[in-house]
């Protein structure tokens, strides 16, 4: 007899989304000229040569790397926060690397001992995973449209804003981020910033939380999360890190060493190099311009209104129908995209669409949408 089960940690959450796409994808992936799969963001592209070499050179690491990086990481990480995000004042203190920043998005409730009766909360139209991680941590999700607003800071301990945002691509400002910001110190709330696709700006120039004109050039209270997942292509190597506040940080880093969460010796390494090199994000941003515009224009001439999409990897785009209506008729055409309820009810008029595909697969997209205008 096997003993009894602890209570189930997984009843905690939503349904995985995922799994309802599948019938959708099988019609697209019918199509005689193949599946145009759309409907995640995952790299495609090669990851910089630099960059592997880098790795390749570390790969001889047969000791434990540690939470905290090697110094050459550190330091790579405070370079590219004064030269990208224009942050002042940063010292080793204000930044750890993660191992992604999904784990982090998933466990930092938990990890800063959020539970009942405390609040989490992310926008209407987000990224699932901050709902899970409110919910592993048995902590209370809630949504909002403008944070200042629409909560109620009282049980509200954790904020999360998400600048570029995944689904819509949508920018906050300096302005209402600096708006926000100084919401939240005044009621003691911890602002979090998933700033993930801040170095993918088309019609905006995004800005991190920590930049001066948005934090007043203090750290406290703030926390910005980034990933060389996209503006590096190395969401296999699960290289990540996050800025801010040391006291925050301070503390996630003694309980991360507790957990073992250690970011590979090698990996470390090649984030090195790769946070030092800015011609390998300028070569990929090209590419996913070149993709963003045929696609935009395809998307547009077969009837499609696209919204907000100022940033990020994505296109928010609706037929006003229902989102599953477009995503059939989509998979009709052999094309696979993210249903924009995946994202919160507030979506469910309109599709995500990537344009992480290759060069060739996006034109077969352009081709079928034209033909069919």
């Known amino acids: 007899?096997?003993?009894?089960?602890?209570?189930?940690?997984?009843?905690?959450?939503?349904?995985?989304?995922?799994?309802?796409?599948?019938?959708?994808?099988?019609?697209?992936?019918?199509?005689?000229?193949?599946?145009?799969?759309?409907?995640?963001?995952?790299?495609?592209?090669?990851?910089?040569?630099?960059?592997?070499?880098?790795?390749?050179?570390?790969?001889?690491?047969?000791g434990y790397p540690t939470v905290w990086g090697t110094a050459a990481l550190r330091a790579a990480i405070l370079g590219w926060a004064a030269r990208r995000l224009g942050a002042e004042g940063l010292t080793e203190r204000n930044v750890l690397p993660v191992v992604g920043s999904k784990e982090l998005v998933a466990w930092l409730p938990t990890q800063l001992g959020l539970g009942p009766g405390d609040t989490v909360a992310f926008p209407r139209l987000a990224y699932p995973t901050y709902e899970v991680g409110a919910r592993l941590a048995r902590a209370e999700p809630a949504v909002y449209d403008d944070p200042v607003t629409d909560l109620d800071p009282g049980p509200l301990k954790l904020l999360w804003l998400n600048s570029p945002s995944n689904p819509t691509g949508r920018v906050l400002g300096k302005d209402e981020l600096a708006r926000i910001v100084a919401w939240a110190r005044e009621h003691d709330?911890?602002?979090?910033s998933d700033e993930c696709y801040l170095?993918?700006?088309?019609?905006?120039?995004?800005?991190?939380?920590?930049?001066?004109?948005?934090?007043?050039?203090?750290?406290?209270?703030?926390?910005?999360?980034?990933?060389?997942?996209?503006?590096?292509?190395?969401?296999?190597?699960?290289?990540?890190?996050?800025?801010?506040?040391?006291?925050?940080?301070?503390?996630?880093?003694?309980?991360?060493?507790?957990?073992?969460?250690?970011?590979?010796?090698?990996?470390?390494?090649?984030?090195?190099?790769?946070?030092?090199?800015?011609?390998?994000?300028?070569?990929?941003?090209?590419?996913?311009?070149?993709r963003r515009t045929a696609l935009r224009e395809?998307?547009?001439?077969?009837?499609?209104?696209?919204?907000?999409?100022?940033?990020?990897?994505?296109?928010?785009?609706?037929?006003?129908?229902?989102?599953?209506?477009?995503?059939?008729?989509?998979?009709?055409?052999g094309i696979a995209v993210a249903p924009g309820d995946f994202y919160g009810p507030a979506g469910d008029r309109f599709v995500r669409i990537a344009f992480t595909a290759t060069d060739e697969r996006v034109a077969a997209a352009v081709a079928r949408l034209t033909a069919t205008a």
Request: charged share 20%; net charge negative.
């Open 199 to 290: 170095e993918l700006g088309w019609e905006a120039d995004p800005v991190s939380v920590l930049h001066p004109e948005v934090c007043g050039g203090s750290h406290e209270g703030l926390v910005a999360v980034h990933s060389l997942s996209k503006r590096s292509n190395l969401a296999g190597y699960r290289s990540a890190f996050i800025l801010g506040d040391a006291a925050v940080l301070g503390e996630l880093l003694q309980i991360r060493k507790h957990g073992g969460m250690m970011t590979p010796a090698p990996v470390q390494a090649a984030t090195v190099v790769a946070l030092g090199d800015d011609a390998h994000v300028a070569e990929q941003r090209e590419r996913y311009a070149a």
């Open 189 to 192: 709330v911890l602002v979090v």
């Open 1 to 62: 007899m096997s003993a009894a089960a602890p209570s189930s940690v997984s009843a905690l959450l939503p349904a995985f989304p995922w799994d309802r796409l599948q019938p959708y994808k099988e019609t697209a992936a019918a199509h005689p000229d193949g599946l145009v799969d759309l409907s995640v963001g995952t790299p495609v592209d090669p990851v910089p040569p630099l960059v592997r070499e880098a790795l390749t050179a570390a790969a001889d690491s047969p």
């Open 298 to 333: 395809a998307l547009l001439a077969h009837g499609f209104r696209v919204e907000h999409s100022e940033a990020s990897l994505y296109l928010w785009a609706t037929r006003d129908e229902p989102c599953w209506d477009t995503v059939a008729h989509l998979a009709s055409l």
